[in-house]
């Protein structure tokens, strides 16, 4: 019975992939129903954790009273970086990421300390104390990336990557552009702030539920900083308030500030973060600098490009090596650089260290490639678009421009075609034209268009990352759970995976459910992250339930003597030949009988992929993911306020497993995106002499601005492009995580062509990004010194 | 006075509460002692939504447009509600949306069929805001467009969804039968009815108070009684200083046991008529009384605070809080209004432009308190062409690098009779400015004018530098609001706004 799969026994099953499903827990989050790590009920004599911060972005700490905190009222415990019993190190790269800072303060938002109180709010009052409990002499301090690198100080060796003579091609070239530029970082606001809640277990084993995208990851952490092994820690998650790449490193410092005081009290402790807290402690979107230089043609065909960025760090590795890789990956975005040298300084900043962010330094990267092509057009008078579509990627059988400048050919390139569909169905030249009748007579007010293209790699950059791992059990009833190393924060991953199960075993959706992530179920699991989670773990979970059915497939052709061909599954109905028929559960309950494994593991490795990180090159991504969007928008030239008034959307889902999902993911992407370059500004002290010098001034909802439902525009339209994935992915499906993130490019270089147009498009608008009021109205008046 | 239980109405009983302290969140309260977890806690600063509940009063008047049948349903943030506040009122939470058999009420439907929930967190906040909306319009057989709603929204962040499936669904939740799913009103007002107390209320804990008085001159008394009281409206700051910065406030004075003070009303003083805004009349109340009379006012009532804010916090609190980036004392002082004040039995008033002194200081003496606004509606006082703008990184629910409350007089011979041009965001008060005035006022209202006036608006403010702008983006961009000023209200070819603002609205007034 337990002989190797043959796929060919396997007919194909009822439609449960690639159809509208709602969130599986849809009906519990709109009930209140639905738990988050906070609503757990609470074991009796649990204690609250709140953190001591630093308050001074570079220091050496002289003095702590701790006697003063432990005194205050509630207060159990006060605990520093001398009571970690392990490794104080959090770091999930390299061990610079100390749990609670010893002797020296890297960030304003630095934990030195933590208060355990009887309640949260006791907890709290006395942490809040910290400024005047701490001593702490300031150093000198790196406060912008570009500071510390003008200094040499980086968290990681700089990275090069380089095809052909960029020099001399853009030496060569008939014209040359050359500019520097900002791009601001963006905090991920997940609505539930991170919290972790430890459990002490028997024999010194340690159960912590925490709101994580990387539950490995805080089992190893975890471990480490106890000084035991990985099988002493569980780590568990059922759901997150969202992530968006904040938990995948940064929940460890919780996790593990948790876990050490329920080790050393033997009581349950929850540390659960006020969101200024959140702001202040935690990494976000790196923001990057960026000097480039390029070389082009009289159509705009660019020979080269050459460029440095720079990205904040903050004071630790963390992810920044990762997301300066991706970001040099993606500096082409979808354009065909035949010449390149580009450079990637991570800086050290003593700021707090930055970190994943839906896109991971993707965005940052293939912003270049766009503000690059965007300034070619204004200098030839040309439309942007145009210069956009000549510059994408050719077809592998069309042309020899059809390899990114890390050697990966981009066989899979539908980026001409579904520009060309959203230019026609967004009517494009159209609005274009209308735009210019718009500007011509409005004085105040000035209209933008752009439409940008998006190519977006898919799996983890790092090769070994790419495996999974699942558990499907199927019970007597017929009643299927399922349990892989995934996490659900919001992407609807477990729906995905519960469909990919109920497909694979022929049963009604309902009859699946998927449980918490669990370090006891599944070991060594990746991030939730990379936009992966379904690649990954829906062909893990399908190699298990296809096991299953292989082995149920095996008995019933044996049992009633029929070929297993004829062994057929479809809504929760088994047809074994002409034979018999039954329900799923009748045959479950006859293979149980017959002693068939009605349970197991199944496991995923994507192929082919190769990364040599010395010299950049290699096949890091399974496929790409593209997209398109066009946006309309209309900004006063009075006072740099401006609206969205139409967005269309032409989004790359492959054969979506759950379009419903698959577009949330894309409306959901392009407003965060479009938040991140508009409205989300990050503002520090800036460095004058004071000790607030370095602080995060923006660090909550009421200073830092997320886009709201009014930021929604009227006109949003977003469809998926029909199409296969050519590569061998779960149902033919693809990725769609991260790439819609880079859609609402169109938004920003709409705002800065409307801008552009004050001065008759003969000046590139000095413009920033986030594009805030004042921003723009700056650039405005930047051009409007144009001479006519 | 009546020292008793803080008594309200919670998932369909009456509930007592003793030992709780005078500044415990509802949102505290409802998650650690009622263990109802639904309501989720997102910033404790009243700017995310996650934590929105509602709140049922008796309605105090028939054209209350938040009525339902009789009882005023609002929105409320959780977490700067302090429990005594809720004293004789109807608490519900995202636990009383779904029937009692567990089926879901059309609201939780539509947000399930339209994919409206991805994370999920701020979920619950989002049902409460529209469970409210739709108590309202099933009850009046309406449906809010899509426009109302996103209004309605303005204090519920969803960092997943991009917003359009949750509108979606608010378009969607009136489709059906909408008898199963309205409140059993009649019984909700029966059951407030028996928790009606006319008698000052006090909460007393760890040996704080929280006192609440009933009528206006229990509430003068009080106040001349406790002159060291924090006065309390809407918690929408007070709430702040608790939630964010730990203060320890002895004695709460509470505003919002008043009706008195929450009238909204024409009042005759000689030959003028005045609008009266009692001080605890909320936000959005008085900013409606407002718009009702200047339709230009729509823009700035809608994108002051979120909804829930608006319905909390108080303009009252906010004038008498004078900070100098609130948004109602620029449009207050281009209305020409003025402030009853109260100590004891006296009465006085005041120009509003001459009420602050400095930051977040004002003339009000010991004791005294802000009884009312007045706005005049008739007469002299009135300038005929009122603006009010603001500017900020967000639409909605964002504080202001700059606000204008901006109002003129141009003869028909073009020439200004009057101007008053008030700014927030441009000193460390909110104030007229005088010089920009008088560089208008007896002019004729030309660019040449208006250039004048712009420069000297440059002599009436030093603005600062700070996380939301730049002082020179706010010079510039102050000035710039006159030029859209005198575009809108030149003579000669006038702009109208759609020409002048990106916000502007199809088919709303000019």
Known sequence: VNRALDPAWLAPAAQAVGVDRTHESAHLHVAGAAPYVDDLPELAGTLHAALGLAGVAHGRIIDFDRERVAALPGVVAVLTAADVPGENDCGPVLHDDPILADGTVHHAGQPVFAVIATTRLAALRAAATAREVLRIEPLPAHLTARQAHAAGAHVLPSMHLARGDARSAIDAAPHRLAGSFEVGGQEQFYLEGQVSYAVPREDRTMRVHCSTQHPS???????????????????????????????????????CVAAIAAARLQRPVKLRLDRDDDFMVTGRRHDFSYDWEAGFDDEGRIHGIAATLISRAGFSADLSGPVMTRALCHLDGAYFLPAVDAWGHSARTHTASNTAFRGFGGPQGAFLAERVVDEIARALGKDALDVRRLNLYDHPDVSARSTTPYGQPVDDNIAPELVAELERTGRYRERRAAIAAFNATSP????????????????????????????????????????????????????KVAQVVAHALGVPLAQVRVTATDTHKVPNTSATAASTGS???????????????????????????????????????????????????????AAYVARV????????????????????????FFYFAYGAAMSEVVVDTLTGEWKLLAAHVLHDAGRSLNPAIDIGQVEGGFVQGMGWLTSEELVW????????????????????????????????????????????????????????????????????????SVAGHRMHPPLDAPATPEAILRAVEAVRGVPA | ?????????????????????????????????????????????????????????????????????????????????????????ALFTVEDVAAADGTLHPVQRALVEHHGSQCGFCTPGFVLSLWVAWQRHAARGTKPSRQALADEL?????????????????????????????????????????????T??????????????????????????????????????????????????????????????????????????????????????????????????????????????????????????????????????????????????????????????????????????????????????????????????????????????????????????AARFAFGGMAATVARAHGAEAAAVGQAWSEATLERAMRALDADFTPLDDLRASARYRRLAARNLLRRLWLETRLDAPLRPHETTVWHREGAEA
């Open chain 2, 1 to 89: 006075m009546a020292t008793r239980p803080i008594r309200f109405l919670h998932r369909g009983r009456t509930v007592e509460v003793s030992a709780v302290a005078t500044t415990r969140t509802v949102l505290d309260w409802l998650r650690e002692d009622a263990h109802c977890t639904g309501t989720k806690e997102g910033c404790n600063e009243g700017d995310c939504g996650a934590c929105t509940v509602a709140i049922g009063a008796p309605a105090l008047s028939a054209d209350d447009p938040n009525a339902v049948d009789g009882l005023s349903l609002t929105t409320a943030n959780a977490c700067l509600l302090y429990v005594p506040a809720l004293d004789g009122k």
């Open chain 1, 217 to 255: 990851e805080m089992q190893h952490l975890v471990a480490k900083c106890l000084g035991l092994a990985s099988h002493d820690v569980q780590v568990e998650c059922r759901r997150m308030g969202g992530g968006f790449g904040g938990k995948e490193s940064q929940s460890a410092l919780f996790a």
């Open chain 1, 685 to 756: 002290h800036p460095a004058d002499g004071s000790p607030k010098a370095g602080r995060l001034l923006t660090h909550a909802p009421s200073t830092y601005k997320i886009p709201t439902a009014n930021d929604c525009p009227a006109e949003f339209v977003v469809r998926l492009w029909e199409g296969d994935c050519r590569a061998e992915t779960i149902h033919r499906s693809k990725a769609t995580g991260e790439p819609p993130l880079l859609l609402p490019f169109s938004v920003f270089f709409a705002i800065r062509d409307a801008i552009s």
């Open chain 2, 200 to 417: 000052t209320f006090v909460h007393t804990h760890a040996g704080r108070s929280f006192v609440a008085p009933r009528t206006l001159d229990a509430f003068a008394a009080e106040r001349l009684a406790r002159p060291d009281a924090t006065l309390l409206a809407g918690a929408t700051d007070v709430g702040l200083w608790t939630n964010k910065q730990f203060r320890d406030l002895p004695e709460l004075l509470f505003v919002g046991g008043v009706d008195a003070l929450k009238r909204i009303e024409s009042v005759r003083d000689g030959d003028a008529a005045w609008l009266s805004i009692g001080a605890g009349a909320s936000l959005d109340a008085a900013w409606r009384a407002l718009v009702a009379r200047w339709p230009s006012l729509e823009d700035i009532w809608l994108r002051f605070a979120g909804t829930p804010l608006r319905h909390a916090g108080t303009m009252g609190g906010n004038v008498a809080n004078g900070s100098p980036i609130g948004d109602a004392a620029p449009v207050l002082m281009a209305l020409g209004a003025r402030l009853v004040l109260r100590r004891g039995d006296a009465e006085r008033r005041l120009g509003l432009d001459a009420f602050y002194t400095g930051y977040m200081q004002n003339r009000l003496q010991r004791g005294e308190f802000l009884q009312a606004i007045e706005v005049p509606l008739d007469g002299p006082g009135v300038l005929p062409a009122v603006r009010a703008w603001k500017l900020s990184k967000r639409f909605d629910c964002d504080i202001s690098a700059v606000c204008a409350g901006l109002a003129i007089d141009v003869d028909a011979a073009g020439t200004v009779r």
């Open chain 1, 444 to 495: 105040v007010l000035k209209r933008g268009l752009a439409l940008t293209p998006v190519k977006f790699g898919i799996s983890f950059n790092l090769v070994h990352l790419n495996q999974a791992g699942a558990l499907v059990h199927v019970y007597g009833d017929g009643s299927v759970l399922v349990n892989h190393g995934g996490t659900e924060m919001g992407q609807g991953l477990h729906t």
């Open chain 1, 535 to 589: 690649d990954l773990n829906g062909k893990a979970a399908e190699d298990a339930a296809l096991r299953i059915r292989g082995r149920l497939v095996a008995f019933a052709a044996d049992h009633w003597q029929v070929d297993p061909a004829a062994v057929r599954f479809q809504d929760g109905r088994v047809v074994v030949g002409a034979a018999a028929e039954m329900s799923f559960r009748e045959l479950v309950v």
């Open chain 1, 597 to 620: 494994q009605l349970w197991s593991d199944g496991f995923y490795a994507t192929p082919g992929l190769s990364w040599d990180k010395e010299t950049m090159t290699g096949r890091p």
């Open chain 2, 154 to 198: 303005s204090g519920n962040l969803c960092r997943c969804t991009g917003y359009r499936p949750i509108l979606d669904a608010g378009e969607a939740m009136l489709d059906g039968d909408v008898a199963p799913g309205r409140l059993p009103v009649e019984t909700l007002l029966g059951a407030l009815a028996a928790l009606a107390d006319d």
